[in-house]
């Protein structure tokens, strides 16, 4: 247990402390077989040195970049290295292999290795099985190759495979012969008979689709099968089992495809009507067999589609709102497809980023034109209005440069005034939400002289005061008969009538209760006399 767990201790730091970009998919590997496997020598060394041919293929395949981990219910030549689990049991035959991956039980040794009994590859989750099996069977029987159940084996790879959903490879060793010299009986013969066998139902399987790599080990290592590369007349010495590493090696390296692996893409933030920065997906993928431009990168929006994604030719991802004004997060799963090897076993390998647009303080805006000219003496009334995006935001107005004649109703969002000279006047009026301000600046002519000075039926001011408070007077000269004055709303709703006796003061209170601040118009009537204007009341007082 405790080298188990220094085992994964030791795994974990070397996958957390690679860089971005830099680490890859653990590949599990079960060396699956027998005493071979193990790393029998001549008697000489433990079992804690039997390293076999693993410590060498460990040593290749992380020297080309593969990240590997050893796995199985065995455990030998661990004071060489710490990954040294295997699946490989001294004196086991095919059967016994088959019946190990059934239910965990070792039927060599007559042992229930799990408890309770389960399939084995389902408690080793093996990506590459290493299988070299038949030694034993040659030796202790008269016809292995009529009882051989290395068919079966590969069935139950099959049938994890379905369960799990998890591809598995099996690299399926044709063994090694024994030590010269040969001599009648050895089972020399029938080691490379057994081989041609195996080989013949490996090829039919592969033919149907299933996923298996044939290793020749038998003529392929480079074996010589004296005391060059034997430690006794079945097992490899140190020398023979570097030989099957390297043909390990080179067959896997030839026909594994890992997975990309894409170290976490941090989750991205974007101003409200902005652009995201580039991400450069090259910089969190890595792939042993596949060049990062030769990887593709597909995306997934979640739920409603609120961001335009494109992914460049240098492998950049850019993200703009479709809609300027809208913020929120938004999930984005990313995936990284490899070429496969040799045409097949294509991987992927995803990864999610939320990018959230956040909210920006819009600024309000002006939706009317200012009121531009007046003559002297006459009433100036601009009614304004602006608006915001936000439409939380409480808008307050001010004037920030202005002539002294014009006064800001800013609940009626009035400008009203009138002027006594002629002349040009600046007007500076400031809309804010309480963090951006906007002015709007304009120039009012004033023309002078009044076109309605001097006007046989009224001075310049119909109405005084304008704006007005309480009381108004009507500046009408040369009257004669009654006066009518009706005071309308905006909507041209009458809601105040009046009738002026001709003799009587021309005064008129306009403290009525369904009076309110704000801008009116007027009509004064009379015998030979139809005037009409605006009058601005100010809080009643």
């Excluded at 065995?74 to 001294?90: A, K, L, P, R």
Aim: charged share 20%; hydrophobic share 35%; net charge negative.
């Amino acid at each position: 247990m405790k080298l188990i767990q220094y085992t994964f201790l030791a795994m974990a730091v070397l996958f957390f402390c690679l860089p971005p970009g830099m680490a890859q998919t653990v590949i599990r590997i079960l060396p699956l077989g027998n005493s071979i496997t193990r790393g029998e020598t001549d008697g000489t060394i433990s079992v804690n040195q039997m390293k076999g041919y693993r410590y060498d293929l460990q040593q290749l395949l992380q020297g080309a970049g593969y990240f590997i981990d050893y796995v199985g219910s065995e455990s030998s030549g661990c004071s060489v290295f710490s990954d040294c689990q295997h699946g490989g049991i001294g004196g086991s035959r095919d059967q016994y292999v088959a019946r190990l991956l059934l239910d965990g039980y070792d039927l060599r040794n007559g042992v229930q290795i799990l408890v309770p009994p389960r399939p084995y590859l389902d408690e080793y989750n093996p990506d590459i099985v290493l299988l070299h099996i038949g030694t034993n069977d040659i030796t202790h029987e008269s016809d292995p190759m009529s009882i051989q159940q290395i068919s079966y084996i590969l069935d139950l790879v099959d049938q994890y495979e379905t369960r799990s959903n998890r591809e598995v490879i099996v690299f399926l060793a044709l063994i090694i012969n024994r030590k010269k010299p040969w001599v009648a009986g050895s089972g020399a013969a029938t080691t490379t008979a057994f081989n041609n066998y195996i080989k013949t139902i490996a090829q039919n399987r592969i033919t149907a689709g299933d996923k298996i790599v044939i290793v020749d080990m038998e003529n392929d290592a480079g074996f010589l099968y004296d005391d060059t590369d034997m430690a006794d007349n079945l097992h490899p010495n140190a020398n023979g089992y570097a030989k099957m590493a390297t043909l390990w090696n080179t067959s896997i390296t030839a026909n594994f495809n890992t997975a990309p692996f894409i170290s976490p893409i941090p989750d991205q933030d974007l101003p409200e009507g902005g652009t995201s920065d580039a991400v450069t997906l090259d910089d969190y993928v890595s792939d042993v067999e596949t060049p990062d431009q030769n990887i593709l990168w597909t995306f997934v929006q979640s739920g409603s589609s609120n961001l335009d994604i494109s992914i460049n030719a240098n492998r950049q991802v850019i993200v703009i709102p479709k809609d300027q004004e809208w913020n929120g997060s938004e999930s984005v799963v990313f995936t990284a497809t490899d070429q496969g090897k040799n045409g097949k076993y294509v991987k992927s390998f995803s990864d999610t980023v939320v990018f959230t647009v956040t909210q920006v303080d819009d600024p309000p805006f002006f939706t009317t034109e200012p009121v531009l000219a007046v003559d002297k003496g006459q009433q100036y009334v601009y009614a304004f209005n602006a608006s915001d995006i936000d439409t939380s935001d409480m808008l307050e107005y001010s004037l920030v440069d202005f002539p002294s004649w014009l006064i800001l109703y800013s609940t009626n969002k009035l400008l009203a005034g009138i002027p006594d000279e002629a002349g040009s006047y600046g007007v500076t009026l400031r809309v804010s939400d309480g963090q951006l301000d906007v002015d709007q600046s304009f120039t009012v002519e004033v023309k002078g002289p009044s076109g309605i000075e001097g006007n046989a039926y009224h001075g310049a001011n119909v109405i005084f005061p304008n704006p007005a408070s309480g009381k108004i007077t009507l500046n009408i000269k040369k009257r004669s008969g009654d006066l009518d004055f009706i005071l309308f709303d905006l909507s041209g709703k009458p809601v105040l009538r009046r009738i002026i006796c001709e003799n009587c003061e021309p005064e008129i209170d306009l403290k009525d209760p369904g009076l309110s601040s704000g801008l009116y118009m007027y009509r004064i009537s009379g015998p030979n006399l139809d005037l009409r204007g605006k009058l601005v009341l100010k809080p009643l007082q």
